[in-house]
């Protein structure tokens, strides 16, 4: 399949270890945000979100942590294993409407 | 449950061609959205399409267009193809008035190359 993200920064991380991948959004009127996970050749996976009303949710190995007052959202990757290799990317939207704005994206390596 | 699905998987085209991609939502969704994704770069938002009409809309020119059908599977068209189109075309599908998600679902994409 094709090769997504060919220059985005990349995350090395060995396997077991924990990841954490940033993202900086950029409107102050989004008020649900979203990770995705892109494998090559794929389209994006939906793995967690939160609602602004929100500052921490968690789910399977994964946690969001969302900062209104610096506009930042990270997701942590707790025990990184081969499969979690992937470009990961953040994704908003405002209340105004449904469409998803993304950010750059972030490649993540796992090393065995 | 069937996912998103979208056809064909990949087109090869030439410049001035028209292209037509297609998408068929997840089961039980309503609202399609269509995105453009350059290599290396996050999904830019082309339109979205509700009750067969469109919603909302990026930053693209009219060259791009779209159409929903009854069933809730969605079209989208591109006329005088230019080498900047070649990209991957994602389709999404969520469900509109659903207080408790806005969750768009996306498909395996078409891979868009014009020559």
């Known amino acids: 399949g094709e090769s997504v993200g060919l220059h985005l920064p990349t995350l090395s991380v060995q396997e077991g270890d924990n990841s954490i991948i940033n993202c900086a959004y950029s409107?102050?009127?989004?008020?649900?945000f979203i990770w995705y996970k892109q494998e090559s050749g794929k389209g994006p996976q939906f793995i967690i979100d939160?609602?602004?009303?929100?500052d921490k949710r968690q789910g399977q190995r994964v946690t969001v942590l969302l900062n209104k007052t610096v506009k930042h959202l990270s997701l942590q990757i707790a025990a990184t294993q081969p499969g979690d290799s992937a470009v990961y990317f953040c994704?908003?939207?405002?209340?105004?409407?449904?469409?998803?704005?993304f950010g750059g994206g972030t490649r993540v390596l796992v090393k065995p | 449950d069937a996912g998103v699905t979208q056809s064909p998987t990949h087109l090869i085209k030439t410049r001035g061609q028209q292209v037509t991609l297609r998408c068929s939502p997840k089961?039980?969704?309503?609202?399609v959205s269509w995105y453009q994704q350059a290599l290396g770069q996050g999904p830019q938002f082309i339109f979205q399409?509700?009750?067969?009409?469109?919603?909302q809309r990026g930053n693209f020119p009219d060259r791009f267009s779209g159409h929903q059908f009854p069933n809730y599977s969605s079209e989208l068209n591109v006329n005088a193809l230019l080498l900047g189109d070649s990209a991957l075309y994602l389709c999404?599908?969520?469900?509109?008035?659903?207080?408790?998600?806005?969750?768009?679902?996306f498909g395996p994409g078409t891979r868009l190359t014009v020559l």
């Open positions: 999404a599908s969520s469900l509109v008035g659903d207080p408790s998600t806005d969750t768009q679902y």
């Open positions: 409107n102050s009127a989004s008020d649900y």
């Open positions: 939160i609602r602004s009303n929100m």
């Open positions: 994704a908003e939207i405002t209340a105004a409407g449904n469409k998803l704005t």
């Open positions: 089961s039980g969704h309503d609202t």
């Open positions: 399409y509700y009750e067969e009409e469109e919603r």
